[in-house]
């Protein structure tokens, strides 16, 4: 089930591939699996900083009662932005496409009892790495860091990815 969630968050990657954007998805499913809202980064689409996958799909899925019994996923491990909107709403799981490239604040939130569920998938991994490699500066702009704390990212990256090493950056911003 996992799984076929996440492939409706890539879905929403690619679209925001494909319109120049940063390519993270993002969905949130009911309890009983409804799909509620479907959300991408769009902050160079909009120039608006605050679109990130998670708060689009959140802001998609508009108002509800209780959101203990959902599941937000998404193809990136989640900023302390959003997960601070999941701790905030009490969004009682998540399932991440990969930690490899970015890794957020899923650690944090399992510790507060959320249900984290990492699949370590290729294509959302592979797809990050690429756009990091060619785009390094729109992706520092996104995780909060100066291009000089970031040097030779792209390259790591790649060969993490290709040699079974992940690179990492811990901190910053990404959704």
Same mark, same amino acid.
């Given at each position: 089930?996992?799984?076929?969630?996440?492939?409706?968050?890539? !879905?929403?990657? !690619?679209?925001?591939?494909?319109?120049?954007?940063?390519?993270?998805?993002?969905?949130?499913?009911?309890?009983?699996?409804?799909?509620?809202?479907?959300?991408?980064? !769009?902050?160079?689409?909009?120039?608006?900083?605050?679109?990130?996958?998670?708060?689009?799909?959140? !802001?998609?899925?508009?108002?509800?009662?209780?959101?203990? /019994?959902?599941?937000?996923?998404?193809?990136?491990?989640?900023?302390?932005?959003? /997960?601070?909107?999941?701790?905030?709403?009490?969004?009682?799981?998540?399932?991440?496409?990969?930690?490899?490239?970015?890794? &957020?604040?899923?650690?944090?939130?399992?510790?507060?009892?959320?249900?984290?569920?990492?699949?370590?998938?290729?294509?959302?991994?592979?797809?990050?790495?690429?756009?990091?490699?060619?785009?390094?500066?729109?992706?520092?702009?996104?995780?909060?860091?100066?291009?000089?704390?970031?040097?030779?990212?792209?390259?790591?990256?790649?060969?993490?990815? /290709? &040699?079974?090493?992940?690179?990492?950056?811990? &901190?910053?911003? /990404?959704?």
């Amino acid at each position: 089930m996992a799984e076929q969630m996440l492939d409706v968050a890539y !879905r929403q990657a !690619r679209i925001g591939l494909s319109e120049g954007g940063i390519p993270i998805g993002a969905v949130l499913f009911g309890g009983d699996g409804t799909l509620l809202g479907e959300g991408r980064n !769009r902050r160079v689409q909009l120039g608006d900083p605050s679109v990130h996958a998670e708060t689009d799909a959140f !802001r998609a899925a508009g108002r509800q009662a209780d959101y203990r /019994s959902m599941t937000m996923v998404t193809t990136l491990s989640p900023c302390w932005y959003c /997960s601070g909107l999941v701790r905030q709403f009490n969004i009682g799981a998540i399932v991440i496409g990969e930690a490899r490239t970015f890794t &957020g604040a899923h650690d944090w939130l399992a510790d507060l009892g959320v249900r984290v569920t990492l699949l370590d998938d290729e294509r959302c991994a592979a797809m990050m790495a690429s756009f990091i490699a060619e785009h390094p500066a729109i992706w520092n702009e996104d995780i909060g860091l100066s291009e000089g704390l970031s040097e030779g990212l792209s390259e790591g990256l790649s060969e993490g990815l /290709s &040699g079974g090493i992940s690179g990492r950056i811990s &901190g910053g911003n /990404s959704g």
